[in-house]
Nanobody, 123 residues
Framework: QVQLVESGGGLVQARGSLRLSCAAS????????MGWFRQAPGEEREFVAG????????YYADSVKGRFTIARDNAKNTVYLQMNSLKPEDTAVYYC????????????????WGQGTQVTVSS
């Protein structure tokens, strides 16, 4: 198993930027495909971005493409989500997730989840 802890959330004005981090326990971080998801109040959890084992392939939801960037540093057991040009509709709890196998954008296929970090974008 792997434990995931998100950090970096907070309150930011529209058009601002924020960088989220997800730290993983253990020494098998590179064995996992990593993803970022978010969930707003009253909404379903939705996929934001994903990155493969060594970071060679990334995938983004259309709503964040061009604004968000996912990256990973396997030496630090950390995955990042750089969020630029933030919009009020980006307000949500952001979760990082890990999967042994490629699971794409389907939240239910990811095996491990962090507790989430709140991102609030004011208008």
């Amino acid at each position: 198993q792997v434990q995931l802890v998100e950090s970096g959330g907070g309150l930011v004005q529209a058009r601002g930027s924020l960088r989220l981090s997800c730290a993983a326990s253990g020494r098998t971080f590179s064995s996992y495909v990593m993803g970022w998801f978010r969930q707003a109040p009253g909404e379903e959890r939705e996929f934001v971005a994903g990155i493969t084992w060594r970071g060679g392939t990334t995938y983004y939801a259309d709503s964040v493409k061009g604004r968000f960037t996912i990256a990973r540093d396997n030496a630090k057991n950390t995955v990042y989500l750089q969020m630029n040009s933030l919009k009020p509709e980006d307000t949500a709890v952001y979760y990082c997730a890990a999967s042994t196998y490629y699971s794409g954008s389907v939240a239910g296929r990811y095996d491990y989840w962090g507790q989430g970090t709140q991102v609030t974008v004011s208008s």
